[in-house]
Every structure is written in structure tokens, then in C-alpha cells.
């Protein structure tokens, strides 16, 4: 997505400073996207007969999401480069740095596995809790971005309603699978 920036004021008044800004379309996508992912990777923890490690599952969690930031943004930098701007620019680095709500969107979950690691509590817990945290941030995102388009609150809702479904789609398919 392109940067945003203030043109300038009317004929004969200097332009104002240039103001950079991650839009919130941006902010959405790559925050819903990492909470999406964090929870699949978190509920992807429970392998059968393996002993918990969550200081190590901890890391693997955050190590993806910086890894599927960078090729998210890279793949930007590569449809540029397709569409016929070959021309290396500061541009292409911004790309691959605004997908840093992603990475952003997994700290809850890296927050609650860590206090797993501390002994505060089990690593299934921790997970259970990350599920739950992640699938109420989805509606919330959801219901935010209704209401910053202008819609009311019962539409909001279930557009929140409807995102949350995705958390729920991933917590019924742990239990299934666990």
C-alpha cells in the first residue's frame, strides 16, 4: 500500500512536513492475520506423546511470525518488481517493514506461553488462554473496523461475529484433533 502523505496546502502556503502513516486497512490485514496465524500455531502445540517445552514452542511462535512478516512484505517488494519498477528503492524496505502488526499480533500469545515458561502455569493452559485472547481480538478488530466504515452497532457486531468464527473454527478443530 502506498504511503500516505499531506500534498502540500493551498497556492502560497509552503507545504507541511510529510506525514507517514501505516493505513488502517494495513493494520487490520496484518494484525488479523497474525492472530490467525499465532492461534494455529499455538494450537498446533499439543503433538501426542511429546514432552512440553514452551520456552522452545515460545520461540518456534515468534520465529514464524517475524518469518512470515518478512515474506509477506517481500512478496509486495516481488509484485513490484514484476509489475515493472525493477528499480531498487527505500520504498521496497518499507514494504517488507509495514508488515510489522503481524508480528505485533502474535505478542499476546508469545506473552502467555512465556508465563508458561516462568511456571505460572501450563503450557496447555497458556494455549487455551492464547486461543481464547486471540479468537476475542477478533471480534474486536472486526467490530472496529464495521464501526470505523460507518456502520452501526448491530452490523458490527456480526462483522465481528463473523470474524470471531475463524478463532472458533480453529478451537473447535484443536478439540477435534486433541
Given at each position: 500500500m502506498p504511503d500516505r502523505a499531506d500534498s502540500g496546502g493551498p497556492d502560497g502556503v509552503a507545504p507541511r512536513a510529510v506525514v507517514r502513516r501505516q493505513p488502517p486497512e494495513q493494520w487490520l490485514?496484518?494484525?488479523?492475520?497474525?492472530?490467525?496465524?499465532?492461534?494455529?500455531?499455538?494450537?498446533?502445540?499439543?503433538a501426542g506423546g511429546e514432552?512440553?517445552?514452551?520456552?522452545a514452542d515460545t520461540l518456534w511462535l515468534l520465529l514464524t511470525a517475524l518469518a512470515s512478516s518478512a515474506a509477506h512484505g517481500y512478496a509486495h517488494v516481488i509484485a513490484q518488481r514484476a509489475s515493472g519498477d525493477g528499480a531498487a528503492t527505500t520504498s521496497r524496505l518499507r514494504s517488507v517493514l509495514t508488515e510489522w502488526p503481524l508480528v505485533v499480533a502474535v505478542l499476546p500469545t508469545v506473552g502467555l506461553l512465556l508465563a508458561s515458561v516462568a511456571g505460572w502455569w501450563t503450557e496447555e493452559a497458556a494455549a487455551d488462554a492464547a486461543l481464547l485472547?486471540?479468537?476475542?481480538?477478533?471480534?474486536?478488530?472486526?467490530?472496529?473496523?464495521?464501526?470505523?466504515?460507518?456502520?452501526?452497532?448491530?452490523?458490527?457486531?456480526?462483522?465481528?461475529?463473523?470474524?470471531?468464527?475463524?478463532?472458533?473454527?480453529?478451537?473447535?478443530?484443536?478439540?477435534?484433533?486433541?
Open positions: 490485514f496484518s494484525g488479523i492475520y497474525g492472530l490467525v496465524l499465532a492461534s494455529a500455531l499455538v494450537a498446533a502445540l499439543d514432552e512440553a517445552d514452551p520456552g485472547f486471540n479468537t476475542t481480538a477478533l471480534f474486536a478488530l472486526g467490530t472496529w473496523a464495521a464501526r470505523t466504515a460507518g456502520h452501526g452497532w448491530p452490523s458490527s457486531c456480526l462483522a465481528g461475529a463473523l470474524d470471531m468464527l475463524i478463532g472458533l473454527v480453529i478451537i473447535l478443530a484443536n478439540s477435534l484433533i486433541h
